[in-house]
DNA sequence: TACAGATCAGACAATATTTGTTTAGTAAGT
DNA sequence: ACTTACTAAACAAATATTGTCTGATCTGTA
């Protein structure tokens, strides 16, 4: 997802930061009411254009889909890396912000229909989300063995934690404080 | 709202306490996705019951809408006539609690907003809003008017103010804590 | 001015979803 | 065995959505 990915390749220059904002637009409008009940109309209203100028820019309504679940991992992933990176603070107050970046933000309807769509095309969302997950347990693993000196498995069962939470909880709030509690344990 | 407001004339005694359980669900999933987005499948898995059987309780969607809306509207109401009667608070306390009860209950983006979903649909609802909301005025006014002596103008200013507090204020929080500068004030 | 790129609004066919109804069946109480 | 209160499955009709196309419109550049 580091590259641009283009959907509709366009040998024009201009239209970088447009795909960026629609994105965001569209990330908000998916995470709002999910992938099922959010049409292209209401995409194109919040992206303030025309449906088919949506249609110019995204081929389909997967593709803006994983086009902009690309680009909020990409953005999540930038901010785990920057949060883990700040010297300024204790490991474990990094790796909560880290967690809480990465799997935190979009706890609710989406993460379902996130995997509704991998079910439906499970290699071209699959990479889009495989590759900037491998990365985060990396930079996760990387934090802890840095900081503290503690095994993989520590990182690794940090994840688990954190994913089977966000099966449990269904609100960021309660995520984060169980994930608080669960970081003192396995960190102590 | 007060009368069952049978839709499906139903001479069985035996069917109390099932509708009510299923205009709650209905409302929970009318606040959760807006009246468009709700299908009756979803409301029907929400109460747990079949499709046909929720067309057997309520003929239409838009039946039951009206029916679900009125029975939270019903219930906000006894709470709103509860709280102005308890004699063991100060007014403005009391004040804060009916518009809280009336006002404030959906306001935020966790708990969807039943006001946002009224305000949606204004055409669905005619009568079975506007009875309530009289009522509430009238409640309001008489609270005021009994204990500290004020003209019907302050009550009617109050309720202006809840309700434009309501379109700026995104969080029940923050509809609170600004209704109560604003009871304050009026109240001097 | 003339042109090209990047849109837009509107309309369209092909699907998909939803509504409201019907059927046939079942489990529980009498 | 009969009634009440459902259910699951299927259906037609209405409505919504997708993806595409056409013919304008606006903007910047030559």
């Given amino acids: 997802m580091s590259s641009p990915e283009v959907?509709?390749?366009?040998?024009?220059?201009?239209?970088?930061?447009?795909?960026?904002?629609?994105?965001?637009?569209?990330?908000?409008?998916?995470?709002?009411?999910?992938?099922?009940?959010?049409?292209m109309e209401e995409v194109a209203r919040a992206a303030r254009i025309s449906r088919p100028?949506?249609?110019?820019?995204?081929?389909?309504?997967?593709?803006?889909?994983?086009?902009?679940?690309?680009?909020?991992?990409?953005?999540?992933?930038?901010?785990?890396?920057?949060?883990?990176a700040d010297p300024g603070k204790p490991l474990r107050d990094r790796l909560v912000e880290a967690f809480d970046n990465w799997a935190g933000r979009y706890v609710g309807p989406l993460t379902s229909d996130v995997a509704i769509v991998i079910d439906d095309n499970p290699d071209l969302l699959g990479e889009v989300i495989e590759t900037p997950r491998r990365r985060f347990e990396e930079l996760i693993t990387?934090?802890?063995?840095?900081?503290?000196?503690?095994?993989?498995?520590?990182?690794?069962?940090?994840?688990?934690?954190?994913?089977g939470l966000k099966h449990q909880v269904s609100s960021r709030e309660a995520y984060l404080e169980r994930l608080k509690v669960a970081i003192d344990l396995l960190l102590r």
Avoid: C, N
């Fill in 7 to 39: 959907d509709h390749p366009s040998p024009w220059p201009a239209d970088t930061g447009r795909r960026a904002t629609v994105l965001d637009s569209a990330m908000l409008t998916f995470a709002r009411f999910g992938y099922r009940k959010t049409s």
């Fill in 53 to 84: 100028g949506l249609y110019f820019l995204f081929s389909s309504k997967e593709t803006l889909f994983r086009a902009a679940v690309g680009q909020a991992l990409d953005r999540d992933l930038a901010a785990v890396e920057a949060v883990l």
């Fill in 142 to 163: 990387d934090a802890i063995a840095t900081e503290s000196d503690r095994e993989v498995a520590l990182a690794q069962t940090m994840i688990s934690t954190s994913i």
